[in-house]
């Protein structure tokens, strides 16, 4: 699911306001396509498929997190700083959630729901969890906070960047060959993208990251004619609409990247209409919020399904009727409950571990990008991670 701070020469002071707006956009959807009422939303293709905003998100990391690491990462130390910042972003919130996930599973009545809904719930997976070695092919489904598949994938896919950045920066052969690598392998183990998760998510995420990679370092030496790039916004937008709502859970849906990588190139420009609505502050908030959407909508959504179903059935009320009012409903708790744990869990997370780390020595402490989620969406000049 943020912006980036940077000290010295190279950092780079641009904000990509617009790829906030949709980093928050996608969180959205993949938290209301998660919500367990059979509601109208849920047969919107946007929602009904919205898995394939994952890829989206690594997409969006692996444009944002190229601009402001690949020239960055040229010795031990380098890519050292690098790893502690990205675990500093990643794990505080996601070992929060587990936690809570633990603490639902021993001390509410939710063990039986869990045990079938959630997938494999045992102490080998909430190690594998703990150290977010979780999708890489260890359990045979999902584990206690499911979404988190995709963090487990992304940041290993960071260790996969930082090498290659240490070794011949980030061009865009290198970029094409690591990007058709994850898509070939998916095509050979799973030719789909919503059956990658809790086995083949890396390679799903290594497809994704590489095309936002690629799209960044081409970003710098193409340009695109201003007055291009409203129609162009338009253009993309009617493509991924018609990817969502016919490629959705078919072969078709693993060419999702092929149409996500053109969108972030073009809305990195941040010159057409879309761009500006995308863009505004209280979508560019939303962005920031987004990690904590993606983490904790899950958790909720048990919680709220469980207490509506309950208080329902206490009162003789069909929820039936008003399973709209309460989808939006979750949507706000969900909304009010990640800004707060952006605020008190993500931030404090990303200077503690770093500070933790200098002080043993695992590199000398500077100042360094601050930066955000699965996926990592905006970058700034003033301090704050995503």
């Known amino acids: 699911m943020g912006e980036f701070s940077y000290q010295g020469s190279e950092a780079p002071a641009q904000r990509f306001r617009t790829l906030d707006g949709w980093r928050g956009i996608c969180a959205l959807l993949v938290a209301i396509g998660h919500f367990g009422f059979d509601d ?121 960047f930082a090498a290659l950045a240490a070794i011949c920066f980030i061009r865009l052969l290198p970029c094409a060959i690591v990007s058709a690598v994850g898509f070939l392998a998916l095509m050979f183990f799973v030719p789909a993208l919503i059956g990658s998760e809790h086995d083949y998510g890396v390679l799903r995420c290594l497809y994704g990251f590489f095309a936002g990679a690629f799209v960044w370092r081409l970003s710098s030496s193409v340009t695109v004619a201003a007055e291009w790039l409203t129609s162009l916004e338009v253009a993309l937008v009617g493509a991924i609409g018609m990817l969502f709502i016919y490629a959705g859970s078919t072969p078709l849906e693993i060419t999702g990247p092929l149409f996500f990588a053109p969108a972030v190139f073009v809305f990195s420009k941040q010159g057409g209409l879309l761009s500006r609505v995308i863009g505004s502050r209280p979508m560019s908030a939303l962005g920031d919020w987004s990690y904590s959407i993606y983490m904790v909508h899950a958790f909720i959504g048990v919680l709220f399904y469980d207490a509506t179903i309950t208080v329902g059935a206490k009162f003789g009320v069909s929820i039936g009727p008003y399973t709209d009012l309460l989808t939006l409903a979750y949507i706000c708790i969900v909304i009010a409950v990640s800004a707060i744990s952006y605020r008190a869990i993500e931030l404090p997370g990303q200077r503690l571990i770093p500070q933790l780390a200098a002080k043993w020595r695992l590199f000398a402490h500077r100042q360094g990008p601050r930066d955000g989620l699965g996926d990592d969406s905006s970058i700034a000049s003033r301090a704050q991670p995503v």
């Open 40 to 160: 109208h939303f849920r047969y919107i293709p946007f929602v009904k498929n919205s898995y394939l905003c994952v890829d989206f998100f690594f997409v969006l990391s692996g444009f944002v997190i190229s601009h402001a690491y690949a020239n960055r990462l040229r010795s031990t130390h380098d890519v050292q700083f690098f790893i502690v910042r990205r675990f500093a972003r990643l794990w505080p919130l996601h070992m929060v959630m587990l936690l809570a996930f633990l603490f639902l599973y021993l001390f509410t009545l939710r063990f039986p729901g869990l045990s079938t809904g959630f997938g494999n719930i045992s102490v080998g997976s909430f190690v594998s969890n703990v150290f977010m070695l979780h999708d890489l092919g260890l359990h045979d489904w999902l584990t206690w906070n499911y979404p988190s598949w995709s963090i487990s994938a992304e940041f290993y896919t960071y260790l996969a």
